[in-house]
């Protein structure tokens, strides 16, 4: 079961399912939402409204794909993480 999903009511999350220092990713509102747990159990989330980004993110077939969506980006804007 993937932890992380958006209906019309908004985001679910299911930490319980989640593996720590892990990224999942949700479209929602034409945003993607990227979520992770750190190695003390704390939910992290982050908004990217871009709409490039979240074009691109929507064309993707599976996590793979987003993650190297994400991972151009990051390089494009010279952003570490």
């Known amino acids: 079961m993937y932890p992380v999903?958006?209906?019309?009511?908004?985001?679910?999350?299911?930490?319980?399912y989640m593996e720590q220092e892990k990224m999942y990713y949700c479209i929602h509102n034409d945003k993607v939402l990227l979520v992770f747990k750190d190695d003390q159990?704390?939910?992290?989330c982050y908004e990217v409204e871009d709409a490039e980004i979240v074009?691109?993110?929507k064309k993707c077939n599976g996590v793979d794909e987003i993650e190297?969506?994400?991972?151009?980006?990051?390089a494009k804007q010279d952003i570490k993480h």
């Not at 999903?5 to 319980?16: L, R």
């Not at 190297?68 to 990051?74: D, F, M, Q, R, T």
């Open 55 to 57: 074009q691109s993110v």
């Open 41 to 44: 159990e704390f939910l992290n």
């Open 5 to 16: 999903s958006s209906d019309e009511g908004g985001i679910k999350i299911k930490p319980e």
């Open 68 to 74: 190297k969506v994400i991972e151009e980006y990051l």
